[in-house]
């Protein structure tokens, strides 16, 4: 094994370049486990420790461009307003130690799809930085996740940022597991309002191989708030409306079973969470289109 | 390869490192600080917590070679980075907390003389010792949360802390010491 | 009934500071805050190997061949031993019968036995040479259950077993049955009004103590080991080592190591042997530390159990028989099931009144994990069984649920299902009025923070998945029953070596056990026990080892009473010679030291009218005194293989909880708010110390309750969550308030009128959960650990 070390970014990307099997590693959280485990011995550890550019942020007009090591402690302290439904995931990864360390770029690299950000990514929309020696691309996040512990990055490429999109109306977050903290999802669900476009979007995390959208929830949600003039009137959502769309997150999975819980189980943790972080988002959402209304 | 870094304050140098040692390991294994221990490796218990540039973190989950020029504070130098901390904060006036509680020797194994921070000597008298394996990592994490926040709520520690889990407690005793900490350290100051 | 404590004997030195029934501080309290008191695992050694063990990737299979020639030419690589290794003819090991391999043997019975071990210059060396290792495996058939176990055709785990059971059990598989027939039961159940049966299944819970496995073996140059180990029993580590060494058992020196815990899982050997084995075979010392996947393999684990449940009541609510039979899994190798069969047996039925019994435990030989000691021990999987049983007749009698129990709760003089009558206090009613009396927290504090409501106190926690939706609470109760020591006849003995000296003026006293101090404080007390007895205010605890007498085991509750007994014995010894000493010197100067009755208090020689007759410095002056002596708690005997009849138990010990939880019933997520415990513990001889014992038994309760599990494949016999990602304890975020009531009642058989307490606390635990979630969820729910599927019906 080797142990490399680029001061910056272009010596990253040129390592990376020379040694495509060389593994990223920023805040271990996983790739140590692994190490410690004996589950992998790569060739070559590629440390971007020292890469500082990575654990900094920018808040733009639109998004915020998040560095790839920017630690999930710094997300859920300071960007709550921008980016509120990753700084609920961020709240929910492992322990305060491994938020300490770990950051959303790992989460991605991995793409495992227990992993927390990624519904709470999928729900607010987002693209992925990623950049080799041969050029920098985004990558959306809905094209990100190829399969179980896969992602769209090319050997020779590594996460530098992942912009997302901020926050336009009320975000939710929630996750399922078997213990009150330090807990590996045994499902998850992130859902975003954006009363901008008028829109609604999800995310679903374990229960399918890997992170989804409930799509055909979003298009059932997003046509009956349109249908209703929700949007305007602010009235709350009904209760058949919400069941169906719960149903239809239900749907939306995949599930297996396994030794954190049952697919049966999943689906119907999916269903609870959707309606709930529904409930909870539409209420915001309410209070504060009410609230504005009466400043106007 | 080598590996240069500052433990609890000195210079340290770690040869002929595997490149998939933890800090952990090299702490253990190489310079001999067996304070920090190896009870999961997999950043699930908490007990290998220590500083890393002031930030806690599971030494197991850090690369040896991520520590090259770092600056890493172990339980073994939590009196010392209490008492300097201590110091610093009344601007140079030494206020010695630590020696204030140090520990009443009664038997053999006491280490009598020792002297302890404010959080190490709460456990001692709360009775938050038994085995002793999660002590350490438990000792840094909530010196560094009652640092952030003297006045911690009950579910300020129990989030504070939850990722350190202790098997013999029932953590009621860890919440009495922590407690206690931080009424020693407000009337302290 | 008696509800204040009774006098206890406290015979000597009342007066002297840091004696018994203060809470005094541990004496390794220090080190241990410090990072500097040193674990198994700590240790370090110049030039020292690392050792790796191979183990079985498969759970049950024939070995056809072992290759070790690749592993062997990796550079870095010292030995690799496998069974036709091993020096001797003695091959096995095991606490009573020795049926577990040190190295497998042509056959391995579970997933993760040793089948080789090595011995490198760094762990990574010693890892890839141990995969390196070729092993070809021919797949047998795997055996999980009762009806696998003992059909017809099944495949012995053990063939031609020898062992003192094979007589009295009805099928090779089954390593021991124990009933135990009382009166009447078929005769009894007649006069039930109600009757209630029930079939429960308890999970297969780890002991996951935080310190892994590890030691350090050290040759010496007379040919023996020095080995440094962290486990509960230093001399039956030391019966089973030497003889696979081929070594007497003076030539294996043992010291006991910083213990990170044990909870029985340290019952068993572990590394012991291989470390000792490779040390001796490369003349390097050798160091072996378990990773916690390891660990998941490396001990025992509480056995699961079914259990199948019958209970009859009058309609006035009193209880006319039980039916029940126990059916634990033992997995591949005999551990200690024989004696938690026997506990289970015992203890069946609980803390209750009840003439007309028939009852059968039995413990399989499996392919499963290895089953044996876990705090509590036969006692849980029975608790949390006959306490639902006991919720279910209540209901059906119409009672409250714990009047109901108070009705039928034993006290002093009760029977019990072995014709053993209980000859000390029992205060079971009182224990469940006092925990019913304590104050309930408050309503769902939640609910006054509107939307702001804080989700660290709610189901879920930190992951945010209620804001109150959902959230039901509800209240349960549980007593149980537990047994004090080693029981049935088994010779349980501790030794302990005192002596008394004057060092710089002042006397000294120095107690040597070879006690395992696994966290509980048994170094504490020791201190307070020679305080007490010698009048001295310093204590030197000698490091734990083999060069003084055995102390018996850290388990069954049973250290303060026998090596605390062991210690106060041979303190009262030393004692009479210091008198003696005492009387030559200064006899001659005041007719007191030859009439009155003398103690030692506060450094001096005093009668017991207070009189000051010399310095103890005086008459230690140039002597020392030193006694080893062994103790021994009153025997016990056998229960009879047919009736279970016997006087086989020495103490019990009962504590009752209520649960407060509340259950998100959409999500099936639980959050205990309050668990209050009440426990009679005799006397306590470290007040601070019961306390943290008693909490820390209740939240081990919790954990099987809500979350931990291993989880076995039933088609493989493989582990499948052997991690702390997958095999979940309780964090602080899972732990609620533990209030605690200590009743002192004395034992009038017991060292100060102790009672062990380490135990009970973990029994009513687990069913006062359960009945709680019962209460919020109106589920019948009748297996532990009870996972959100089964709250949710997506099982």
Known sequence: MDFLRPASWEEALAAKAEHPTAVPIAGGTDVMVEINFDHRRPEYLLDLN?????????????????????PYTRIMENLRAELPGLALASHTVASPQIRNRGGVGGNLGTASPAGDAHPALLAAGAEVEAESVRGSRLIPIDEFYTGVKRNALAPDELIRAVHIKKADGPQQYSKVGTRNAMVIAVCAFGLALHPETRTVRTGIGSAAPTPVRAKAAEEFLNAALDEGGFWDNGKIITPSVAKQFADLCAAACNPIDDVRGTASYRRHAVGIMARRTLTWTWESYRGTAAHTEGVA | MRVNFTVNGRPQEADDVWEGESLLYVLRERLGLPGSKNACEQGECGSCTVRLDGVPVCSCLVAAGQVEGRDVVTVEGLAD??????????????????????????????????????????????????????????????DEMLERNPNPTDADIREGLSGNLCRCTGYEKIMDAVRLAAARQSEGV | MPTTGAPTKITQGSQTKGGIGESTLRPDGTLKVTGEFAYSSDMWHEDMLWGQILRSTVAHAEIVSIDTSEALALP????????????????????????????????????GEPVAIVAADHPETARRAAAKIKVEYRELPVITDEASATAPDAILVHEGRDDHHIGHVPHPNIVHRQPIVRGNAEEAAKKADFVVKGEYTFGMQDQAFLGPESGLAVPDEDGG?????????????????????????????????????????????SMQIHACLLALRTGKPVKIVYNRFESFFGHVHRHPAKLYYEHGATAEGKLTHVKCRIVLDGGAYASASPAVVGNASSLSIGPYVVDDVDIEAIALYTNNPPCGAMRGFGAVQA??????????????????????????????????????????????????????AMPLPPEQ????????????????????????????????????????????????????????????GEPVATVHTAMAEVGQGGVTVHAQIARTELGVAQVTIHPADTQVGSAGSTSASRQTYVTGGAVKNSCELVREKVLEIGRRKFGSYHPAWATAELLLEGGKVVTDGGEVLA???????????????????????????????????????????????????????????????????????????????????????????????????????????????????????DTPTIPVDVLELADDHAPYGLRGIGEAPTLSSTPAVLAAIRNATGLELNRTPVRPEHLTGTA
């Open chain 3, 383 to 436: 608790c949390f069984a006959y306490e639902a049983q006991m919720d279910k007749l209540a209901d059906q009698v119409g009672m409250d649920r714990v009047a109901f129990r108070q009705l039928n709760a034993m006290e002093q003089g009760t029977i019990m299902p072995t014709g053993q009558p209980v000859d000390s206090p029992a205060p079971v009613a009182e224990l469940l009025r006092r925990v019913k």
């Open chain 2, 81 to 142: 980075f209490a008492k300097q901390r201590a110091c610093g904060s009344t601007c140079g006036t030494p206020l010695d907390e630590a020696k204030q509680w140090a520990a009443k020797g009664q038997d053999s194994q006491t280490g009598e003389g020792t002297e302890l921070s404010p959080i190490q000597q709460a456990f001692i008298d709360a009775g938050a010792v038994q085995c002793g394996f999660c002590t350490p990592g438990l000792l840094v994490a909530a």
């Open chain 3, 76 to 111: 870095g690589v010292y030995a690799v031993m496998t069974y036709d290794d091993l020096p001797t003819d003695v091959k096995n090991y095991g606490l009573e019968i020795q049926d577990t391999p040190v190295l497998a043997h042509g056959k391995v019975r579970h997933h």
């Open chain 1, 50 to 70: 020292r890469i500082t550019d990575l654990t900094e942020w920018e808040v733009g007009q639109d998004s915020v461009r998040l560095g790839a090591s920017v």
């Open chain 3, 225 to 269: 080991v020095h080995l440094y180990i962290a486990t509960q029993w230093l001399h039956s580590d030391l019966k089973q080592i030497a003889p696979v060494l081929g070594l007497p058992e003076s030539k294996v020196r043992m010291t006991l190591s910083g213990v990170g815990g044990a909870f029985g899982g340290r019952e068993d050997i």
């Open chain 3, 445 to 504: 504090q939640w609910l006054s923070a509107g939307e702001e409501a804080d989700v660290r106190q709610l189901p879920g926690g930190l992951s945010n998945t209620t804001h109150g939706e959902g959230v039901v609470r509800g209240v349960g109760y549980a007593v149980g029953i537990k047994n004090v020591g080693f029981s049935e006849g088994f010779d349980d003995y501790s030794t302990a070596k005192v002596r008394m000296e004057v060092v710089g």
């Open chain 3, 615 to 733: 310095d103890l410095a005086e008459v230690l002056e140039g002597e020392t005194v030193e006694v080893e002596a062994e103790w021994r708690h009153r025997p016990t005997e056998a229960f009879d293989l047919r009736t279970g009849q016997g006087f086989g138990h020495v103490q019990y010990s009962f504590a009752a909880h209520r649960a407060v939880v509340e259950v998100d019933t959409e999500l099936g997520l639980v959050k205990v708010i309050e668990l209050a415990c009440a426990q009679d513990v005799g006397k306590a001889l470290n007040p601070l110390s019961v306390v943290g014992q008693i909490q820390g038994g209740t939240i081990q309760g919790l954990g099987v309750a809500v979350m931990e599990e291993i989880i076995v494949d039933p088609k493989t016999a493989k582990v499948r969550n052997p991690s702390f990602t997958d095999y979940l304890i309780p964090t602080i975020l």
